[in-house]
Nanobody, 123 residues
Framework: VQLQASGGGLVQAGGSLRLSCAAS????????MAWFRQAPGKEREFVAA????????YSPDSVKGRFIISRDNAKNAVYLQMNSLKPEDTAVYYC?????????????????WGQGTQVTVSS
């Protein structure tokens, strides 16, 4: 499966962005999906994960209540709605797919990755 992330950009603190991850090659309905991010000089960080059906989501405390992950299996896409953005959210954001169907919080569980989309939040 090929993943294409989009929707990043420059936004002021307090603003919102919606990231999209479009898949081709395979249907995403059997994949666990997640978003990760990586800031310069830092390790890749888990942002959100969603189960195959979309009925269960996971996110760390750092983004809980601000970021919402969702998916539309009919459109073969996953989304990340980011609200109340902070400068510390600045990073390259990656979508990832796990063919085993689990929605892990660990990056090494994911076999397929999008190319990343830059999110920059100015103070």
């Amino acid at each position: 499966v090929q993943l294409q992330a989009s929707g990043g950009g420059l936004v002021q603190a307090g603003g919102s962005l919606r990231l999209s991850c479009a898949a081709s090659g395979r249907t995403l309905s059997s994949y666990g999906m997640a978003w990760f991010r990586q800031a310069p000089g830092k390790e890749r960080e888990f942002v959100a994960a969603i189960s195959r059906s979309g009925g269960t989501t996971y996110s760390p405390d750092s983004v809980k209540g601000r970021f919402i992950i969702s998916r539309d299996n009919a459109k073969n896409a996953v989304y990340l709605q980011m609200n109340s953005l902070k400068p510390e959210d600045t990073a390259v954001y990656y979508c990832a797919a796990d063919p085993s169907g689990y929605s892990s919080i660990y990056y090494y569980a994911y076999d397929y990755w999008g190319q990343g989309t830059q999110v920059t939040v100015s103070s």
